[in-house]
Structures are given as C-alpha cells and as structure tokens.
C-alpha cells in the first residue's frame, strides 16, 4: 500500500467512525493549501520538496473516496495569512488539529 492508498484508506476508516457516531449526513472538510509557500510554511512536516499541485492530487483522491462511500465533502482552501492571523489571535500553536479545527469555521 502506497501512501497515497493509506491516506484514503485512514480517511475513509474516520469517516465511516464518524457517520457510526453521529449519522449522516456529516460534512467532511479537507485542506488544501493555496500555494506552495502555503504548505511549506504550514505544514513544514512535508519537507521542502512538497508541492501544493502533489497535495491537492491526494486531497482529491482522497475527497473522491469519501463521496464514493456516500460522505459529503467540502474542499477548503488554507491560505497561510487567514490561518496564521487566527492562530496569532487565538494563541494557538500550528498543529494538524489547529488546521482542521481553521477550517471548520
């Protein structure tokens, strides 16, 4: 299994968890960084070698498994200075949980 494969396989797994607890219909919203400078300030995890163009690719296979499964999904855009003004007035730190709960507003 790629890793690819393992994003859609781990999304699906909590998607499906999610409509078990909370039924259906759930919006599930995925991030999808607006430019390259966004995703490497962002999520720097990805290493400097990361593309906004190779991200959205997996967001969109990702967000095609999940509406094949029957969940609805919303594409946000994650632009950094939205993203870190909100951070910056809600004093929080840059995490992945901090990034899902910015674009779930």
Do not use: C
């Amino acid at each position: 299994m790629n890793q690819e494969q393992r994003i859609i396989h781990a999304a699906l797994a909590q998607a499906r968890h999610l409509r078990k607890v909370h039924g259906s219909p759930q919006i599930i919203k995925l991030s999808a960084y607006a430019s390259d400078e966004d995703l490497h300030q962002l999520r720097p995890e990805d290493g400097p070698d990361a593309t906004s163009a190779q991200q959205r690719r997996i967001v969109d296979a990702v967000a095609a498994a999940l509406r094949g499964d029957g969940h609805l999904v919303k594409i946000v855009t994650l632009r950094s200075v939205d993203y870190l003004k909100w951070l910056s007035e809600n004093h929080l730190p840059n995490t992945a949980g901090n990034r899902a709960a910015f674009i779930s507003l």
